[in-house]
C-alpha cells in the first residue's frame, strides 16, 4: 500500500526556516517522482517543487520560492524533504507531498497519483 506522510510543519516568524519530510512507503522510491504542493485557505492547489525519478534526474522550482526552497531525497531512507528558507507570511499553507510513478517532477497536481494528508505551514510574527 502506497503511503506519504508529511511532517515538520509549524509556526515560525517571518525569515525564519523549516525543513518538511515526506516519508514513503509501499514503493521503491527513485522509480517515483516527488513533489510537494501548498495550498492556502480558500485557494487552489500550487506547485512549490517537484523532484523526479531517477530516470529523468531533474528538479523543478515555483518561481515564487526558487532561491528559498529546496527540494532534495534520500531513497535509502524513503523520505524526501523540502528545505524552506526566509518564510514569509504568503507562504502560510497546507503543504503536501505527492507521488508519480516515473514522473519528470513537474508541478501540475492532475499528474500525481498518490497523496499524503498534509501539513501546516503558519508564517506569523
Known amino acids: 500500500q502506497v503511503q506519504l506522510v508529511e511532517s515538520g510543519g509549524g509556526l515560525v516568524q517571518p525569515g525564519g526556516s523549516l525543513r518538511l519530510s515526506c516519508a514513503t512507503d509501499?514503493?521503491?522510491?527513485?522509480?517515483?517522482?516527488i513533489a510537494w504542493f501548498r495550498q492556502a485557505p480558500g485557494e487552489g492547489r500550487e506547485g512549490v517543487a517537484g523532484?523526479?525519478?531517477?530516470?529523468?534526474?531533474?528538479?523543478t522550482y515555483a518561481s515564487s520560492v526558487r532561491g528559498r526552497f529546496t527540494i532534495s531525497r534520500d531513497n535509502a531512507k524513503r523520505t524526501v524533504y523540502l528545505q524552506m528558507n526566509n518564510l514569509q507570511p504568503e507562504d502560510t499553507a497546507t503543504y503536501y507531498c505527492?507521488?508519480?510513478?516515473?514522473?519528470?517532477?513537474?508541478?501540475?497536481?492532475?499528474?500525481?497519483?498518490?497523496w499524503g494528508q498534509g501539513t501546516q505551514v503558519t508564517v506569523s510574527s
Open positions: 505527492a507521488g508519480e510513478i516515473v514522473g519528470r517532477g513537474e508541478l501540475d497536481p492532475g499528474s500525481y497519483d498518490y
Open positions: 509501499g514503493f521503491t522510491l527513485d522509480h517515483y517522482a
Open positions: 523532484s523526479s525519478s531517477s530516470s529523468f534526474g531533474r528538479t
